[in-house]
T-cell receptor
């Protein structure tokens, strides 16, 4: 079974520039998550999709971050404009409900450096 | 106060040692408790998944949950150099049949030396 795919793996931009990340979840997984992991910290949920609808975006800085999941499959996360504090690894995860709860499978992440 | 507290380490142990990793939490609504392993420059991968209080064993790994103390542990027996990674605890309040919203600890970096 192919895992969660993310691209690019690394990105370096200057502050105030825009950037976009792409995620392709595991086939058949209805739920997709974007997390932000700052160095030395655990992942923090930014947004959760169920199919192509948003379930939770309470921690997404909506003034600069946006995300979409068209057709309930791939997803993109955009930052516009970027700030220095956005330097982090952006992780995408997907899951499928199986019995009691679900298991989230993570992609390798995109490492963003904002200069 | 953070919802989930985890000692960041680093923790260095010799090969073959028993490793104990711990997290405390403050949210009584957490029902599902997980341990993820994250190798450098990789995404987290699920190691153990437990529901409510009790113990769960899987090979060299044992997860313990004590809801009365709001304390969870992961034990690694006969530790190997390949166990060197960051270990993240994660928790969720949601119940059966729903997608989970995970709250992670900061992670403990473990180094197993030869």
């Amino acid at each position: 079974e192919a895992g969660v795919a993310q691209s690019p793996r690394y990105k370096i931009i200057e502050k105030r520039q825009s950037v976009a990340f792409w995620c392709n979840p595991i086939s058949g997984h209805a739920t997709l998550y974007w997390y932000q992991q700052i160095l030395g910290q655990g992942p923090k949920l930014l947004i959760q999709f169920q199919n192509n609808g948003v379930v939770d975006d309470s921690q997404l800085p909506k003034d600069r971050f946006s995300a979409e999941r068209l057709k309930g499959v791939d997803s993109t996360l955009k930052i516009q404009p970027a700030k220095l504090e956005d330097s982090a690894v952006y992780l995408c995860a997907s899951s499928i409900i199986q019995g009691r709860g679900d298991t989230q499978y993570f992609g390798p992440g995109t490492r963003l450096t904002v200069l | 106060q953070k919802e989930v507290e985890q000692d960041p380490g680093p923790l260095s142990v010799p090969e073959g040692a028993i490793v104990s990793l711990n997290c405390t939490y403050s949210n009584s609504a957490f029902q599902y408790f997980m341990w993820y392993r994250q190798y450098s420059r990789k995404g987290p991968e699920l190691l153990m998944y437990t529901y409510s209080s009790g113990n769960k064993e899987d090979g060299r790994f044992t997860a313990q949950v004590d809801k009365s103390s709001k304390y969870i542990s992961l034990f690694i027996r006969d530790s190997q150099p390949s166990d060197s990674a960051t270990y993240l605890c994660a928790m969720s309040p949601t119940g059966a049949g729903t997608a989970s919203k995970l709250t992670f600890g900061t992670g403990t970096r473990l180094q197993v030396t030869l």
